[in-house]
């Protein structure tokens, strides 16, 4: 059992390092919005894994509920794309 538990963290920590970077390397800003909600889904399953339920829910409510919507937000007030 211990076994299938670190396993999981091990894919969730891969997964929250490749959404972070995609999100890094993205031009497109909502792609990059996301792959940052991916990132925070990932980081939000490895606190659940850990068993850290308080930090789990402050979390979730705020990386991938407000965060993700103030970005959204703020992208639509300006051009969608990154520009070089």
């Known amino acids: 059992m211990i076994i299938l538990h670190l396993i999981m963290l091990l ?8 959404f972070a970077y995609m999100a890094i390397t993205e031009k497109d800003l909502l792609k990059a919005i996301g792959f940052s909600a991916g990132q925070s889904v990932a980081y939000s ?3 659940y894994i850990l068993m850290a339920p308080d930090v789990l829910l402050a979390y979730i409510a705020v990386s991938v509920g407000v965060y993700t919507a103030l970005l959204v937000f703020t992208v639509s007030k300006t051009t969608r794309y990154e520009e070089d």
Do not use: N
């Not at 894919?11 to 490749?18: E, K, P």
């Open 45 to 47: 399953l490895i606190f």
């Open 11 to 18: 894919v969730s920590s891969i997964l929250g390092l490749f």
